[in-house]
């Protein structure tokens, strides 16, 4: 009786599962469905029709498709370049030292985070103007700072704090100077967790839009911008639109399978250690 | 050979200053918060422009005092785009919640092959960035091309109106906003519950609760920390949620989607009063950091509570 009753149990749960995994995973493949569907047949087909990959000719070779892919390249990887460099020797500083305002100037960097995107940027938009930094690399990886820095700081803390004080001490004593323990010792303990950090800074950063809907024009057009225009020119292109969907969506699943493990502490800042 | 190399290297080091000086920390975090104060310096302009009347189109401005504010909160507009806020992040971030939770306790509790792809699968929504997340769901919801509206013809549904009805277009935003932040709050709670101590569950079993008794008792109170972990970040967003509502409609029918972060770029951008859009947003930030500060508190006696139940 109470095994039929677990079974049944069983069974209803894997059914629901299966329904919520069609709601979240189902619109991802349509998506990509359309992208091998011809402009011809899209009003008039569902899921047979005549596969071809002119839409991702088009969208690659007949656009600037290619160029809003290298500007969010380059603004994402330059923003999380200047975390690392910035971020981690705040990060062991703000988990190894005991320093007055320590936990004061680690909220501060945390509160970035939890600052509304429209507030930061409608002042910035005048002042980026007057600096002359309005629409350029510099200006967009500066303000992505406040996607990547918090992220960066908060989790690379945590793994610092997860190594014993201990070795450092011990390897003191042994004679290794600050930066040999730093190097040699400290960073490769703290790798997997500053490449996961990286990563999902670099996936923020890939996927911001307000900073670069404002602070960028015509010279810098990161792909989350840029696909818009995809929408708005009112032919109806719905496989292009589904290709230039598919390809910016791309490099940010393939990062999040590399970093699954430390997800969980990346998205929740450190907070819940999974 | 290596080794010795290093050995020798740290015998000569052996005489080095002291490692740890009073400044050092300070130095040592100076860049990373420059760098990020420097770009927070505006928002402390911000508080004065909202008393001035500027705007990107006039070259001069006058002080204003508090017209801005007064006009600002006695407008229906801004009562308008609160009430859209609320609802928007009380809405999604409840069924995100809810569902999370739901999705995590199955997949926790079925511990089979399908439930360890789908662990893997279901963060792909979330890894998609919200605007490409919102044009997947215009391909899917488009009357005519969408597979939604096919489906729905087989139950003699046509022409559902979706984002374009003023009473459905909130559904329509909150649908999208689930659809790619429940996992969010599905991960933060799987882990919590992968990290539950075994013990108390153990005595409970000789006890012999109900399964209901034991969610209740045990296993909700100790995932509280993880819970007000995934409200915070979730509430924090959909209190601010613009690339959603902008790709999807922009803020309408009418201004039916118009929250205050929306009002606040429409108001400073398009009709180009920059000093009457502040005090929308500064009104936001204001209600963020009030809600955070609650719900932070409550996650911190949430943990020593945990804490407790586990000894």
């Known amino acids: ?274 | 050979m290596k080794e010795q190399k290093t050995n020798s290297a740290a015998a000569s080091e052996l005489n080095v200053v002291p490692f740890k000086t009073r400044v050092r920390p300070y130095l040592i975090v100076a860049p990373a918060l420059i760098i990020t104060i420097g770009i927070m310096i505006p928002f402390v302009m911000s508080i004065y422009f909202s008393l001035t009347s500027y705007s990107f189109r006039m070259p001069v401005y006058k002080f204003v005092g508090l017209n801005n504010w007064v006009t600002t909160l006695q407008s229906s507009t801004f009562w308008q785009a609160l009430w859209v806020t609320v609802r928007y992040a009380f809405f999604s971030t409840v069924i995100e919640m809810l569902l999370g939770l739901g999705v995590a306790m199955m997949l926790n509790n079925l511990n089979n092959k399908f439930s360890k792809i789908l662990r893997v699968a279901l963060i792909f929504p979330l890894m998609v960035a919200p605007i490409t997340a919102t044009i997947i769901w215009q391909l899917m919801l488009n009357n005519s091309v969408g597979i939604v509206e096919k489906f729905l013809n087989i139950f003699g549904v046509y022409n559902f109106p979706w984002a374009a009805g003023a009473s459905t277009a909130m559904l329509t935003v909150v649908m999208i906003d689930v659809w790619i932040n429940t996992s969010f709050c599905m991960l933060l709670v799987l882990a919590g519950l992968q990290s539950l101590p075994k013990s108390p569950f153990e005595s409970a079993k000789i006890d012999g609760g109900s399964p209901w008794f034991n969610f209740v008792n045990l296993t909700l109170p100790m995932l509280k920390p993880s819970l007000y972990i995934a409200l915070l970040f979730r509430l924090m967003a959909a209190l601010q949620e613009y690339a959603v509502i902008f790709g999807l409609t922009k803020g309408g029918p009418g201004n039916t989607l118009m929250n205050l972060s929306l009002t606040a770029y429409q108001t400073g951008f398009h009709f180009q009063k920059f000093g009457a859009a502040l005090p929308y947003i500064l009104v936001l930030w204001l209600f963020i950091n009030l809600v955070a500060k609650q719900i932070v508190k409550r996650q911190r006696a949430a943990q020593r509570q945990a804490l407790g139940l586990e000894e």
């Open chain 1, 1 to 274: 009786m109470k095994t039929n009753k677990s079974l049944l149990g069983s069974i209803v749960q894997n059914v629901l599962l299966v329904i919520y995994a069609v709601f979240a995973l189902f619109p991802l493949i349509w998506m990509v469905i359309l992208t091998f569907k011809p402009d011809a047949e899209i009003y008039t087909t569902t899921f047979v029709f005549h596969p071809t990959l002119n839409n991702y000719r088009v969208v690659l070779f007949e656009t600037d498709y290619l160029r809003y892919l290298r500007d969010s390249l380059i603004v994402s990887a330059g923003a999380v370049a200047v975390s690392v460099l910035a971020g981690v020797p705040a990060a062991y500083a703000l988990a190894r030292y005991n320093f007055k305002k320590k936990e004061d100037i680690a909220f501060q960097i945390l509160s970035f985070k939890f600052a509304p995107e429209i507030l930061v940027v409608l002042p910035l938009f005048m002042i980026f103007q007057k600096l002359h930094i309005y629409d350029s690399y510099f200006g967009l990886i500066w303000v992505y700072q406040l996607i990547s820095m918090p992220l960066l700081i908060w989790v690379v803390r945590g793994y610092f704090e997860d190594i014993s004080v201990e070795i450092e001490h011990a390897a003191e004593v042994d004679g290794y100077s600050w930066y040999q323990i730093f190097f040699k010792m400290l960073l490769p303990l703290i790798k997997p967790g500053l490449v996961s950090a990286a990563l999902l800074a670099f996936i923020f950063a890939w996927n911001s839009f307000t900073f670069p809907l404002i602070l960028a024009g015509t010279n810098v057009q990161p792909i989350t911008v840029a696909i818009t225009k995809f929408l708005g020119t009112g032919s109806a292109h719905y496989g292009q639109l589904a290709v230039a969907a598919t390809l910016s969506a791309l490099p940010a699943i393939v990062f999040a399978l590399c970093i699954q493990k430390h997800l969980v502490r990346g998205l929740s800042f450190g907070a819940v250690k999974g």
